[in-house]
């Protein structure tokens, strides 16, 4: 099966109709992608269940506007320095909820293409291409590239000095994790989950640096859960990362730490790399 080809009809040098970007939108709502990681689910208002190829995934509300957004500014319908329409405006044009716009427009921001300015509104900065999303004070790469630094030695230790009580810690966090189906919920267990591996490693410095950068942890998790349907893969690997520990094998800790890790890495990779494929697609 192949995705279905979009189009937004509209006069050369003009601006698309309210009702062909309202169009856009509910076609994107509607189109079916494989493979799945090309336009991942969101599990609040997504079809889930079973795994691909049996069963096929499609787009959140707020992925579809941030397409549609996205594209437009990558396009040049919003240049750089233009306002966007007020939140109000955007709702009524693509028939969405508030809520939904604001996490597409949240989105943007990370993606580096728009900033909010209070009592303002919302501005281009940035026509793209998106190539490093920003999680509060941090860039994506940099965030990797310290935590590759930090978090795979901390995994190795807290394999060897983990107390009974830390594995507690984690096989509770674990099984929360693993029932929560709220993002928030589970994007605050997931950076707890990653400070208790550093507690575990029994060194106040590591702790100290996860403290540092928890915010942007917090930020890329959302982001990730978002747009890259991550929660139920993140679930896997970090009980891949516990049994490791459980085990005590520093090996085994800092081999599931590292592909925690590089599955966070591609699934970004995918996110960023998806407007170029949009714009294929819509052409």
């Not at 950068?213 to 747009?227: G, P, T, V, W």
């Amino acid at each position: 099966m192949h995705a279905k080809k979009l189009h937004i009809e509209h006069k050369p040098g003009k601006s698309p109709t309210l009702c062909s970007r309202a169009l856009f939108v509910a076609e994107l709502l509607t189109t079916v992608l494989w493979p799945a990681e090309y336009l991942p689910v969101n599990l609040s208002d997504s079809q889930t269940g079973g795994s691909f190829p049996s069963v096929p995934r499609r787009v959140s509300a707020m992925e579809a506007v941030l397409t549609y957004l996205r594209h437009a500014i990558e396009q040049g319908e919003y240049a750089v320095g233009d306002k966007l329409p007020s939140e109000a405006e955007l709702c009524r044009r693509l028939e969405v909820s508030r809520p939904v716009l604001r996490e597409a427009l949240r989105a943007l921001q990370t993606m580096g293409l728009t900033a909010s300015r209070t009592g303002k509104g919302t501005f281009v900065i940035s026509s793209g291409p998106v190539e490093d999303p920003t999680f509060g004070d941090y860039t994506a790469s940099d965030l990797l590239e310290v935590r590759r630094h930090v978090e795979l030695p901390v995994a190795g230790y807290a394999a060897v000095r983990r107390s009974a009580e830390d594995l507690d810690q984690l096989a509770h966090l674990l099984e929360r994790m693993e029932r929560e189906t709220d993002t928030t919920a589970w994007v605050a267990m997931d950076t707890l989950f990653h400070l208790t591996i550093a507690q575990a490693a029994r060194n106040p410095v590591f702790r100290k640096v996860i403290e540092e950068i928890r915010d942007a942890l917090a930020r890329q998790s959302a982001f990730l859960n978002e747009l890259g349907d991550r929660r139920e893969q993140a679930n896997r690997e970090h009980r891949a990362i516990v049994e490791a520990l459980s085990d005590g094998s520093e090996p085994d800790a800092v081999a599931a730490m590292a592909h925690h890790l590089q599955r966070v890495e591609t699934t970004l990779s995918t996110i960023v790399r998806r407007g170029s494929e949009t714009d294929d697609r819509t052409a």
